[in-house]
């Protein structure tokens, strides 16, 4: 199970440094289409880092973001500092303004899909953290 979330961790960070260099491309071209691609990836980025949280916590990789969603409410009953943390809505905002308004819907704001790249490392530099301060995972 340690090895699965190691690569789920290490295909989050993989994703989001591939994300803005796909970013860094599409500005510097303006091919929108490499903007939308890098929202994508950044989204792909929160999924995987999702799946390490869910599975280091819960002992579960759930199979859709209905299933994370849920999983992350369980998650931030069981955990005060997940609540804090807000991971849920955290994630249902990435799976918004990355996935479905940037790439599928095409609505393009440079500042604004910067921000959420951002956004989406702390993500998953905040997932990482909490990981490292519970060294054991807490299934159920």
Same mark, same amino acid.
């Given at each position: 199970?340690?090895?699965?979330?190691?690569?789920?961790?290490?295909?989050? $960070?993989?994703?989001? $440094?591939?994300?803005?260099?796909?970013?860094?491309?599409? #500005?510097?071209?303006? +091919?929108?289409?490499?903007?939308?691609?890098?929202?994508?990836?950044?989204?792909?980025?929160?999924?995987?880092? /999702?799946?390490?949280?869910? *599975?280091?916590? *819960?002992?579960? &990789?759930?199979?859709?973001?209905?299933? $994370?969603?849920?999983?992350?409410?369980?998650?931030? +009953?069981?955990?005060?500092?997940?609540?804090?943390?807000?991971?849920? +809505?955290?994630?249902?905002?990435?799976?918004?303004?990355?996935?479905?308004? /940037?790439?599928?819907?095409?609505? &393009? +704001? %440079?500042?604004? #899909?910067? $921000?959420? *790249?951002?956004?989406?490392?702390?993500?998953?530099?905040? #997932?990482?953290? %909490?990981?490292?301060?519970?060294?054991? !995972?807490? /299934? !159920?």
């Amino acid at each position: 199970m340690e090895e699965r979330i190691r690569v789920y961790l290490g295909d989050a $960070r993989e994703f989001l $440094r591939e994300a803005e260099e796909e970013f860094r491309r599409g #500005v510097e071209s303006g +091919d929108l289409i490499k903007v939308r691609d890098a929202a994508e990836k950044a989204w792909n980025a929160v999924v995987q880092a /999702t799946n390490a949280l869910l *599975l280091h916590a *819960l002992g579960k &990789v759930p199979s859709s973001h209905f299933e $994370r969603r849920k999983m992350l409410s369980m998650l931030e +009953d069981k955990l005060e500092v997940a609540e804090k943390l807000g991971f849920r +809505d955290r994630y249902s905002a990435r799976e918004r303004n990355l996935h479905e308004l /940037t790439f599928q819907e095409g609505i &393009v +704001d %440079l500042d604004e #899909v910067r $921000r959420e *790249l951002k956004k989406a490392e702390k993500y998953i530099n905040d #997932v990482s953290s %909490l990981m490292e301060g519970s060294q054991q !995972p807490n /299934t !159920p």
